[in-house]
């Protein structure tokens, strides 16, 4: 045998040896299992709040899996590894949490680790709950435990090998996650300090808007944290001075897309959006007011807004509006004219000057560096939400639009209402998209 191979040999032993250290000596110990509290040994009080700030973290969201009971778990969430299911986190016993002190729940939100020792998947963005105080977790608890409980076991992960070893998870949160809250900015007013600590905690906003690594990690600092990112097949856009609204977003703007789920600059929710803002309308306006502070400074980068600029944007976009007085005449490519053919069949009704609709200049799917976002919203509408937005409903098109006309249909739009880019590999996006959706 050749040195060189001994070597190899040796240098890829120790390597092994030495993460196999590394993982036993950060293997966690069970916590003892507890007979579940009764509801009401909580306070009522700290349970209203839990229930508040479990919907700033948007907890229903992926612990329910559609049509079934909220916090059941069961929700398939698609990552590049392949698909993790949520848990139940109601109070069962046997399936749920129930059987959960509060030290194992704190630890679970703090380093990923549930109550029998075992590693999570950041897919639960613990890297982000890390940050939350103790007595917002205790809060947190107390509420969860409040619930009714439900039996109902989540499916089993579908990971190939080497990601389902779990053990794997040691190695990752030694690269990425920095625990415990963060303590105030002092140049900072007490409404920045709280959104930030909602936004980069609770909320985890970078969990969707920033890119992620290799490794699945979402990136925290730098030029690329909110720079924009997925979600669900969804493009979620940039929350930094990258983003790409006609109408650079403002404290006001934000605290009415966040509350209401629409916004007369921006639009309105859709996808993965739509039941953030469903929860974020239940909650304290003085905590959304503060993340939309924390966002807006993100997003504004300390420049003042030009109100002269935004005016100018908006009297552009709604004369480019269908029925709108010296609009653009229709284009004579072949698929753009096309594509005015299936919008003024499928869309003209609604999309009109006249209209209480936001023009489609000003909406974040037609000015996104991607088609994801329109496409997805005219296959799938927009559905009506017990918000301030609920009037505000779009058809689902999908059924009635073939592939090749809402390729079109896309192309015409973006060329017509868009910032003068072309999206790229549109065939390509809508095959996919469908694929995806059946």
């Known amino acids: 045998m050749k040195v060189s191979t001994v070597l190899i040999a040796l240098g890829g032993a120790l390597v092994a040896i030495a993460a196999g250290a590394y993982f036993y000596a950060n ?26 700030l479990a919907g700033i973290g948007n907890c229903a969201v992926c612990h329910t899996a559609p049509g079934s009971t909220p916090m059941a778990g069961g929700f398939g969430l698609p990552t590049p590894f392949g698909t993790i299911y949520s848990t139940n986190i109601t109070p069962d016993e046997e399936t749920g949490i129930g059987s959960w002190s509060q030290e194992a729940f ?55 090998f080497p990601f389902n070893q779990r053990m794997l998870m040691a190695g990752w ?56 990112g997925e979600a669900e097949g969804w493009f979620a856009p940039a929350l930094n001075e990258t983003n790409h609204a006609a109408i650079r977003w403002n404290t006001e703007t934000l605290a009415n897309y966040l509350i ?34 924390y966002v807006a400074d993100l997003i504004d980068n300390g420049s003042d807004a030009d109100v002269a600029a935004a005016d100018s944007v ?23 004219t096309r594509g005015a053919e299936v919008f003024a069949d499928q869309c003209a009704v609604c999309h009109r000057a006249d209209t209480y609709t936001v023009p489609l200049a000003l909406t974040g799917s037609v000015n996104a ?27 689902a098109k999908g059924l009635q639009i073939d592939d090749e006309d809402l ?17 790229d590999n549109l065939d390509e996006t809508v095959r996919t998209l469908r694929e995806e959706a059946e």
């Open 27 to 52: 293997r966690h110990p069970e916590i003892a299992a507890i007979t579940p509290p009764s509801a009401d040994s909580f306070d009522a009080a700290l349970v209203e709040r839990g229930e508040m």
């Open 106 to 160: 704190v630890r679970s939100m703090r380093k990923g680790v549930d109550r029998e020792g075992r590693h999570l998947y950041p897919a639960f963005p613990y890297d982000f709950y890390t940050r939350v105080t103790d007595e917002d977790l205790q809060a947190i608890y107390a509420y969860l435990m409040s619930l009714e409980p439900v039996r109902a076991q989540a499916p089993a992960n579908e990971l190939d």
């Open 173 to 228: 949160n030694l690269l990425f996650l920095d625990e415990g809250p963060v303590p105030d900015d002092g140049e900072k007013d007490d409404a920045w300090n709280r959104g930030r600590y909602l936004t980069e905690g609770l909320a985890h906003c970078g969990a969707c808007h920033s890119p992620r690594n290799a490794f699945g990690a979402a990136v925290r600092s730098g030029d690329d944290a909110y720079s924009g």
């Open 260 to 293: 209401d789920g629409w916004d007369r600059d921006h639009g309105i929710a859709a996808g993965p959006m739509r039941p953030i803002s469903n929860d974020l309308y239940r909650q304290p306006e003085e905590d959304v007011a503060a993340i939309a502070t």
């Open 314 to 336: 908006r009297e552009r976009a709604e004369g480019l509006e269908f029925g709108a007085e010296g609009a653009p005449a229709m284009p004579t490519d072949p698929v753009l």
């Open 369 to 395: 560096p991607d088609a994801r976002n329109f496409i997805q919203t005219v296959m799938h509408g927009i559905q009506p939400a017990p918000t301030g937005s609920a009037n505000r409903v779009m058809p």
């Open 407 to 423: 390729v079109a249909l896309t192309a015409f739009v973006r060329s017509r209402f868009g910032p003068g880019d072309a999206w």
